[in-house]
């Protein structure tokens, strides 16, 4: 399960037993920060915190304020400035020299528009949620949102309709972007969220090598499907974290999906003939990632035998096969080798080269274009 499902499934589950807490949600960035926007942290008036917002530095400053929110019922803005070069800074243990402004808010305000994000997350559709931070008007409260979903629903409202409208058109051209960011509405300050569906993974082959990578990518959020010809191989006792099984014969995979910029898969049977079908029905589909477990020679064969049988892979097609997959980490084992795929495939989803960061002159992460108030 992602950190966002996790969030909101406690955001569910404690309102159910008439839990107070308190969300904490990052809304810009400037400088080197641990986390990016729309990061959060659930502050339950018992227990453990759910999420974070740092490196572990920031979260007990924002779970006392957290409890100070749920205490008055009223939301504030926090600035978390660290960009000074002084001891005093480092000190403090931020780790990355940056600033961070979080909203943090009684997490009852949150609750009806976590359960339709939870339906959005779990039902794979992308949405945007508009949340009023700073409010120059009596008429709108922070706190107030807005959901718009991909297929043009709305859900909730930040106050009149003609700011709703606004809030809407400004959702929709953000879906577009995918970009987040920090907007002015008026008299209204909004945090627009841009929330994607989980990348989906399509495992080929049950074997004993595919266990560690499901594991491994559904611990990133990824949702696993595993395919296979061997029936008693597809089972949640075998592969827990997988979201689905398919039991079918290789040539009709790629006609079990609807492919997109967000679906990967590796074939990984160890099985030449079953590997070749597996490739014969995955190619041209339009995937972003396919990688095929072995030596560069084998996967060159059965190109040629496809080749050879009218099947030529385009170079589009080529581009996004990977064989042998995953990073030249010198991985052995199916543990290594599973991270190693994972981290490929990581690196191609954010459209990273996978280098080592000490040879990366540009900033780790993409510049915002919002920065916090100051």
Known sequence: MSEISDVLSAISALHARGERMALATIVSVRGSTYRRPGARLLVPE?????????????????ERIGREVMASGEPRLELFDLTADGDEVWGYGLGCNGAMELFIEPAEHAVATAAALRTAVE??????????????????????????????????GIGSDEADAAAADLARHAL?????????????????????????????????????????????????????????????????????????????????FVPDARMSAVVMTHNYLRDIDYLRSLLGRGLA???????????????????????????????????????DLGAEGPDEVAWSIVAELLAVHRGRAGGPLRARTAPIHAVPEAEPAV
């Open 176 to 256: 577009d972007s995918g970009v987040s960011s920090l907007e002015q509405l008026g008299e209204l300050r909004v945090f627009t969220e841009v929330l994607l569906p989980p990348p989906r993974l399509l495992v080929c082959g049950a074997g004993h090598d595919a266990i560690p990578l499901v594991r491994q990518a559904a611990s990133l959020g990824w949702h696993v499907t595993v395919a296979d010809v061997r029936r008693p191989f597809l089972s949640h006792d075998r592969f827990p974290d997988a979201v689905a099984f398919l039991h079918a014969e290789p040539l009709v995979v790629g006609d079990a």
């Open 46 to 62: 018992h227990g453990a915190a759910v999420g974070n917002v740092s490196g572990g530095c920031l979260e007990g400053d924002v």
């Open 123 to 156: 039902e794979e559709r992308a949405c945007c949620l508009v949340t009023v931070i700073d409010s120059g008007t009596d008429t709108v409260s922070p706190g107030a949102r807005l959901l718009l979903h991909a297929d043009g629903r709305v859900e909730g």
């Open 289 to 327: 990632y396919l990688g095929v477990l072995g030596p560069r020679r084998r996967t060159d064969q059965m190109l040629a035998e496809l080749a050879a049988t009218g099947i030529e892979p385009t170079a589009a097609d080529l581009d996004v096969l990977h064989a042998p997959a995953g990073l």
